[in-house]
C-alpha cells in the first residue's frame, strides 16, 4: 500500500504570517514609544545576486514599516575603510541592526568584518559572543535561517522532545546554530557532513532530517525515514534535459514527498522565513537597545 504524499510546509505563507505580526508591533511601537526599527545593509560591489537579496530586503522592511538604511560600497574597498563604515553605523543611535551582505569580495576576511558588528546589533547573529550565547542556552539574536527552520518544524512537530534529527551540513550560517536550537528542544542531534560514513542510512534514522550541504538534490528518496520532517535548506540553479533553468534544493523533492511525512520545498520553503526572520531579529534589537518588553 503506498502512502499518501508528505505535506508540503508552505513557507511562503508563514513567512506572510510572521511579517504582518512584525508589522502590526511596529506600529504599536511606534505609536507607544515613537521607536522607528532601523536596519543598516551593507552592500560591498556590485554581485547582481547580491543586490537582488538586498532588494528583496529593503522591500520587506519597509512593507513592515521599518527604516532601511542602505549603505553601497565600491568592491575594491579596503578592509581599514570598510571597518571604520561598521563602526559608523555601530555608534549611530537609528540604527538598530547591522547586516553585512555576504559573499564578499575576495580581498575581505568576512570573518573580520562580522567580529567588527556591535553584537547587540548583531542582525545576523553570526558575532562570536551571540554564537557563545546560542550555544551556552543564553537569550541572544538567533541567525536567521535556523531560526526559520525551527518555525517550520514546529508547525509539524508540537513535541520534539527525543526526536532523532539529522542536520546534513556543518556550516556556521545554518547547520551548527540550527544543531543547538534542535538540542535546546530536547532532540538528540547528529550533525552530518561531507566525510560522514554512509550518510544514507544515517538520514533513515532521522526523525527530522535538514538538508544544509548544498548539493543539488543529493538527498534521495530512499534516505528518508518513513514520516520524517524534511527541511531542505539549499538552493541551487539547476538546468533541466530541455535546457530550462530552475531552482532545486538539496533534497530530490518528487522521490522524497512519496515517504516524508513532511516536507519543505524549493522555492517557496526556508527561504520567505529567513527575510521574515530578518525582520523579527530587527523588531527584537531595537526593543533590547532601549529596554522595550513585547507587549
Known sequence: MNRPAAIRIDGKAAALRLRAAVAAEVAALKAAHGVVPGLAVVLVGDDPASQIYVRGKTKALEEAGMRSIDRRLPAGIEPAALDRV??????????DGILVQLPLPTHLAAGDI?????????????????VGRLASGRDGIVPCTPLGCMMLIASQRRDLAGLH?????????????????????????????????DLP???????????AI???EMIRGDWVKPGATVIDVGINRSIDAAGK?????DVAFAE???????ITPVPGGVGPMTIACLLRNTLTLARARRGIDRP
Open 86 to 95: 561598521v563602526g559608523e553605523l555601530n555608534a549611530d543611535p537609528a540604527v
Open 114 to 130: 562580522l567580529d567588527a558588528i556591535d553584537p547587540d546589533k548583531d542582525v545576523d547573529g553570526f558575532h562570536p559572543i551571540n
Open 165 to 197: 534529527a539529522v542536520v546534513v551540513g556543518r556550516s556556521n550560517i545554518v547547520g551548527r546554530p540550527l544543531a543547538q536550537l534542535l538540542l535546546r528542544g530536547d532532540c538528540t542531534v547528529t550533525i552530518a557532513h561531507s566525510k560522514t560514513r
Open 201 to 211: 542510512a544515517l538520514c533513515r534514522t532521522a526523525d527530522i532530517l535538514v538538508a
Open 214 to 216: 548544498g548539493r543539488p
Open 245 to 249: 533553468k530552475h531552482l532545486v534544493g
Open 256 to 262: 522524497a514527498a512519496q515517504v516524508a511525512g513532511a
